[in-house]
């Protein structure tokens, strides 16, 4: 099996100083195998390492990280194929949550689903986003 790991740039201003977990915590953030790119659990934490109060932010924030790893292997967000979200308090941030994904996630949609979870990582967190995503010339 051929694979290949995305690395993410030290000096990504989309990451931040958080781009140091992926070691820390010893996952990559994106893993390439078959014409998929499996994405890991992507969360709204700032490239300053805080996290917003709102679920809103957090959300446009996890997307934008997926967007940056689908962009630094020459794709967008349109090579998404099945997405899913963890929430906490799930019934009440789906509102918020709902909001900010329709700013950014156009039609064709993925496939999506969303789990409720007692807990996240780090205190604060509200929602973090797995995906998956084909390479164009995967079919």
Known sequence: MTSHT???PQDSEVFGKTVSA?????YSAAVRSHGLLFIAGTIGRRA????PDDIEEQ???AIRRIEEILRLEGLDLSALVDVTSYHVDIHRHLPGFSTAKAKLIAP???TWSLIGVSAL???????EIRATAAYPDAF
């Open 22 to 26: 992926f070691a820390n915590f010893g």
């Open 48 to 51: 300053d390492g805080t996290i």
């Open 59 to 61: 959300t446009e924030i």
């Open 121 to 127: 990582a780090s205190p604060g967190l509200l929602v």
């Open 108 to 110: 064709p949609y993925p």
């Open 6 to 8: 995305v690395e993410i």
